[in-house]
């Protein structure tokens, strides 16, 4: 029963901002490596956003560079991902995921996803 639940999502007009934020009112999220994933309308893959173990390996993908950030408060076990300079191309279901690693096997836990639409 690892529960995950993103939140933040919304409408807002294009070059606005939106800061998401995923809990988990039952785990530590800081024994966990972090990361958001967006899956557009219509396609059934996500999109690797953001990932971090620790601040020095963020990485980011290319199409969100330098208008995300990923981050923590590791006292409100609160993951953050700030959205700035919005495109109407970022419409999407905006997805929180743990990932915890056992050698050979790795784990995922999902959130259901919150939508975040840009538009005029």
């Known amino acids: 029963q690892f529960k995950i639940v993103e939140s933040g999502g919304g409408l807002v007009q294009p070059g606005g901002s939106l800061n998401l934020s995923c809990t988990a009112p039952?785990?530590?999220?800081?024994?966990?490596?972090m990361g958001w994933f967006r899956q557009f309308p219509g396609k059934e893959r996500k999109e690797e956003l953001s990932?971090?173990?620790?601040?020095?390996?963020?990485k980011y993908a290319d199409s969100v560079k330098g208008r995300f950030t990923i981050s923590r408060d590791n006292a409100k076990n609160v993951v953050y991902l700030q959205m700035n300079s919005l495109k109407p191309e970022d419409t999407a279901v905006y997805y929180c995921?743990?990932?915890?690693?056992?050698?050979?096997?790795?784990?995922?836990?999902w959130g259901k996803g919150t939508l975040v639409t840009v538009s005029s």
């Open positions: 995921n743990a990932q915890e690693t056992y050698s050979d096997l790795i784990l995922d836990h």
């Open positions: 039952k785990f530590n999220l800081d024994l966990y490596s």
């Open positions: 990932c971090m173990n620790n601040p020095e390996d963020t």
